[in-house]
């Protein structure tokens, strides 16, 4: 347990170094030229924002500057190791909560159309607050992910999706498949579990369009744990009964 404080020029300075750590780390290497000086200033003003607004938010549990350079910075970034993000693309976070991936792929890849999704109103208002202050343009809706992919705007819409610690995968699936366009990317982000997840998801996969392409295990930088990124390709519609309504994907997930 760090004794630097959780905000300031210690934390500040903390925060900093650990930052410069974790993305010297060769798993960053392909996203250094997007890591300029300028961008890890505008991580560190988001993060400052956040650990203040955690006081009475409750957007973290992590407040240790090194632990929220390597859990929460190196780890959403990630997700850009896996899968496809052209230039320009349509991004959905789903499950947000205090903004990653979501807000960091917005920042670091400003091309890219973000949009955050969160079912905590605190939390979206947190965030659109937040991207006003950085003048980062993300759309951030309150909405659950049953709801949104039976809505127009926003089936099959995105180019990637991408989740993290969220839902299981074969739940995870089914909220996030129908928010992607025909060839478009899923990317969820687990933890050590994630190939055994993967295999518990054959049939929603089969049933929701989507195929796995990718699975990677990374090792965060400064001993943060181990990840699993599983790429998933959109080869198929989404048949129109799903997302089912909210709260039975999780009840009878597509075993």
Known sequence: MSDVPVSGAAFRETFLQALDQVLAAPLFAPLLPFLTREKREMILSFIERLVEANRSLNLTAITDPAAIAAKHVGDSLTCLLVGD????????????????????????????????????????????????????????????????????????????????????????????????????????????????????????????????????????????????????RKEGSTPPSYPRRPGIPAKKPLL
């Open 85 to 232: 993000w052209p230039e320009g693309a349509s991004v959905c976070d789903i499950g947000t909560g205090g903004g990653f991936p979501g807000m960091l792929l917005a920042i670091v890849r400003p091309d890219l159309d973000v949009c955050l999704v969160d079912s905590a109103g605190k939390k979206v208002e947190f965030l659109a607050s937040v991207a006003r202050e950085l003048a980062t343009p993300v759309r951030t809706v309150h909405g659950r992910a049953e709801e949104l992919g039976r809505r127009g705007e926003f089936r099959e819409r995105y180019d990637v999706v991408v989740a993290r610690a969220v839902a299981r995968l074969p739940v995870l699936a089914e909220l996030c498949l129908p928010l992607l366009k025909r060839s478009g990317w899923f990317i969820a982000m687990k933890g050590p579990a994630g190939r055994e997840e993967l295999a518990e998801s054959g049939r929603a996969l089969r049933v929701l369009g989507g195929e796995a392409h990718e699975v990677r295990e990374v090792a965060l930088p400064l001993d943060a744990g181990q990840r699993t990124l599983i790429a998933i």
